[in-house]
């Protein structure tokens, strides 16, 4: 029988003397990683379980050949922590990680931060995961695109007071305002979620003057964008994929109301 079978039967028999026999074999990190995602993601895993395979990784950090690599593994499993609201645990890696990335082994640090920014409701505080302004004195340094720059900011302002006031900032921050297109091989103005927005806060009763020309600012900057990016293009496919964009943000300017005589 293969450890993997082994292990599964133990899961089904909810048989923890085997289970920890097994944990016991898992010293290093990517073992240790391996068992965990084993036992997150059974459909028959127990609390018991859990805790133990995530004690587990907890303590394989004395063998890791650094920090950052410890930090890797632990990220490959934090979305299953999140699925499972595991509230504690999520706040003893963001620890453990975070005061490495201070003494300044940041590797993969970013993730965990990132977590918080993509699975956090607009309520929750971030001190209840593990996640202060102190613990992120290195994240300060890092602020480099605007991602980074997303996640930063959300732990830092959150928990927000409403639905309202976190719709509100989301909308302020550069990453809502642009999305990745196929097509164009390029980030075009994300007008669905944009519009999306607004409606959302239209709903709630707020005033969104504020964002009234938010789109047509962003398609009409994008516009000039384009037009110099297909001046200076010299092969085909690239003429092609900036056309396509191009197209794309024309339409957006016309459903608008604006002319679009003139543009390209």
């Known amino acids: ?40 993601t059974a459909e028959k895993s127990t609390t018991e379980m859990i805790d133990a395979v995530l004690q587990n990784l907890l303590k394989a950090k004395e063998n890791a050949r650094n920090h950052g690599y410890w930090v890797h593994a632990v990220s490959h499993l934090t979305k299953y922590l999140w699925d499972k609201k595991l509230i504690s645990w999520i706040a003893k890696f963001n620890e453990e990680a975070f005061a490495g ?29 593990g996640i202060t302004s102190d613990s992120l004195r290195w994240a300060e340094k890092e602020n480099n695109n605007e991602y980074f720059a997303y996640a930063l900011s959300k732990v830092l302002n959150s ?21 990745f297109d196929g097509d164009s091989q390029t980030d075009l103005v994300n007008s669905a979620e944009i519009k999306s927005i607004l409606q959302k806060l239209s709903d709630l009763g707020i005033d969104i003057s504020e964002f009234r020309d938010l789109e047509k600012s962003l398609l009409l900057e994008k516009a000039a964008e384009l037009k110099k990016e297909l001046s200076a293009a010299t092969s085909e496919w690239r003429i092609k994929r900036i056309s396509k964009g191009i197209i794309k943000t024309k339409e957006a300017l016309v459903s608008l109301g604006l002319n679009k005589k003139g543009f390209v």
């Not at 029988?1 to 990190?29: H, P, Q, W, Y």
């Not at 928990?159 to 809502?176: G, M, N």
């Open 159 to 179: 928990p927000f007071s409403s639905e309202a006031d976190f719709l509100a900032w989301h909308l302020r921050q550069p990453k809502t305002w642009h999305k």
């Open 1 to 40: 029988m293969s450890e993997r079978d082994f292990l599964n039967r133990a899961i089904n028999n909810n048989d923890m003397i085997a289970i920890k026999v097994t944990i016991g074999n898992c010293t290093s990190v990517d073992d240790a990683e391996g068992i965990a995602y084993a036992i997150l």
């Open 101 to 129: 990335a201070n003494l300044g082994d940041t590797s993969c640090s970013d993730r965990l931060m990132g977590d918080f920014s993509q699975f956090a409701e607009w309520h929750e505080d971030p001190k209840k995961f």
